[in-house]
């Protein structure tokens, strides 16, 4: 991906002892999502704990960055001074199949007036930020 979606000037993530296997993760193009050791189970965001059987065993495992569309915003009405001229774009709320249908917030690229469908399959799209300081990347979303 070349370009970013939303104008710069937005804040950077910066990870926690907590998220940082996440966001180095999508430093290296992939998708890591935190799982319970004990149950098995899938959670987001990450917590110190497991939300369904209160373990601490958690681990991050890498899982396809594929997903459905569970929701969608189009946004008109800048929510940042830096998206003052970005015009509208699509927030989108995905679920990922693979890890226990867990739903993760991103935007969803291409024509921001597109016409979009709930349960439209997706794919991630790695948006690198190499020359941020410290660089960053964000996982974006486009239709299959």
Known sequence: MSAPYLADGLPIPLATELDRPFWDGL???????????????FQWGPEWICHRCQ??????????????????QRVWHPVHPALRTQGPYLI??????????????????????QAVAIGAEVEGVFEQHAEA????????????
């Open 55 to 72: 373990n601490f065993d958690l681990a991050y495992i890498e899982v396809p960055p594929e997903g459905r569309i569970y929701s969608y």
């Open 92 to 113: 989108a709320l995905i679920e990922i199949p693979h890890a226990d249908n867990v739903r993760m917030v991103g935007n969803l690229l291409g024509d921001p007036r």
């Open 27 to 41: 430093r290296q193009e992939r998708l890591l999502l935190q799982r319970c050791r004990a149950c098995h189970r």
């Open 133 to 144: 300081e410290p660089p960053f990347a964000l996982l974006q979303w486009q239709l299959v």
